[in-house]
């Protein structure tokens, strides 16, 4: 696939200009259209209403306030890009929850942009949940850029981590357009110190080497042993390669009804320092 759209998600927070400038970067390396897209999100209105007049009258004014900070945000993207010299550019105010609304423009996007949550954000938890309904529920792949740090160079020195799921595939086949213009490209897979499955584990690893290679990717590939937590080797390797990019798949189970993201994706997601491109 080509990165020809990039959705970015646009908020209020602090951090969107980081992943402004981020998806900016990414539009000019891959000649891509950027489309800002600025979620109203939902009235709330207390529990204990009052007179229905007065309760409509709130509803409104709410509703009024909510249109116009997205408004607010998409003039601000539209104004960002600019600046960065975007050449293909637009923005759109859509009414309506964060994730349902992001995810509807997301099916019509190569990769969709948004934010780490920032664990001193007035919205920790909330952030995590969409942030988790984004991953699990999106079609195409999401790019995860970090709550902290400027990102001017991303895609130059690549961590795959594969686990031979059907995430991690995808995850590197919507990464192919970046890692055949990396200078370095890293693919790792881990197990554990005396796990007995170490030979055939390598000789998948070499397999994906090969289809790399026929792809246009001139990689390296190794099996490494760890007694951490998957999530932590996967960040610690990140860390001794100087990776500015991790491309992985998205781990998630059934809680009742609902889907959660598992231990080693929240890992990642939660304390990586770097961005990452996530497919589930």
Not at 144 to 155: A, E, M, S, T, Y
Not at 183 to 207: F, I, K, N, P, Y
Request: contains cysteine.
């Amino acid at each position: 696939m080509n990165l020809r759209s990039l959705l970015v998600f646009l908020d209020s927070d602090a951090r969107c200009d980081a992943r402004i400038h981020l998806a900016a970067r990414f539009a000019a390396a891959h000649d891509s259209r950027l489309v800002g897209i600025a979620p109203t999100g939902l009235v709330e209105l207390p529990q204990a209403l009052g007179a229905a007049s007065r309760t409509l009258d709130d509803a409104a004014a709410a509703r009024a306030d909510m249109l116009q900070r997205a408004s607010d945000c998409a003039e601000h993207f539209l104004g960002r890009c600019r600046a960065e010299g975007v050449a293909s550019v637009e923005a759109g105010v859509h009414e309506g929850g964060k994730a349902a609304v992001v995810l509807l423009h997301a099916h019509c996007a190569d990769v969709t942009v948004i934010g780490q949550a920032d664990p001193a954000g007035p919205s920790p938890r909330e952030d995590k949940r969409f942030i988790e309904q984004v991953l699990l529920r999106n079609a195409r792949p999401t790019l995860v850029v970090p709550h902290l740090g400027r990102f001017d160079v991303v895609g130059e020195n690549v961590l795959v981590a594969w686990d031979d799921s059907r995430g991690s595939a995808r995850a590197a086949a919507a990464a192919l357009p970046l890692l055949r213009h990396a200078g370095q490209v890293h693919v790792r897979t881990w197990h554990r110190q005396g796990a007995s499955a170490e030979d055939q584990m390598r000789e998948r690893l070499e397999a994906v080497q090969g289809w790399l290679t026929w792809e246009g990717v001139s990689a390296e590939a190794r099996v490494e042993a760890t007694d951490a937590a998957i999530g932590d080797a996967i960040l610690g390797t990140a860390a001794e390669l100087g990776a500015d990019l991790i491309v992985m798949g998205v781990y998630g189970h059934s809680r009742w009804t609902e889907r959660i993201v598992g231990g080693a994706t929240r890992t990642v997601l939660t304390r990586s320092s770097v961005p990452l491109l996530m497919s589930h």
